[in-house]
Nanobody, 126 residues
Framework: QVQLVESGGGLVQAGGSLTLSCAAS????????MGWFRQAPGKEREFVAG????????NYGDSVKGRFTISRDNTKNTVYLQMNSLKPEDTAVYYC???????????????????WGQGTQVTVSS
């Protein structure tokens, strides 16, 4: 069982920045591919970013490329999402997720991920 707890969400003005964190339980964090997803009201959950077990490989959704950066610290069992140049359309609940099977790639598919956090709200005002 893997428990994921997100933090760092909040209210920010357009153009601002936020950093989300996701702390994972267990001693095998380095064996999880990690991803961030988001879901806005009335919309489907979408892939935001993912990072491979080692951190060498990353993948981003088209809408956040060049603005968001995912990273991880395997010594702290934590994955981060640095969000810059935020836009009102980035407003959503952001979820952290763990993929236990994928080894070197990052698969941007919801069904690939085995464990999910409860989410943290990010609101960007115009």
């Amino acid at each position: 069982q893997v428990q994921l707890v997100e933090s760092g969400g909040g209210l920010v003005q357009a153009g601002g920045s936020l950093t989300l964190s996701c702390a994972a339980s267990g001693r095998t964090f380095s064996r999880y591919t990690m991803g961030w997803f988001r879901q806005a009201p009335g919309k489907e959950r979408e892939f935001v970013a993912g990072i491979s077990r080692s951190g060498r490989s990353t993948n981003y959704g088209d809408s956040v490329k060049g603005r968001f950066t995912i990273s991880r610290d395997n010594t702290k069992n934590t994955v981060y999402l640095q969000m810059n140049s935020l836009k009102p359309e980035d407003t959503a609940v952001y979820y952290c997720a763990a993929d236990l099977d994928t080894v070197t790639m990052v698969v941007p598919t919801i069904t690939e991920y085995d464990y999910w956090g409860q989410g943290t709200q990010v609101t960007v005002s115009s």
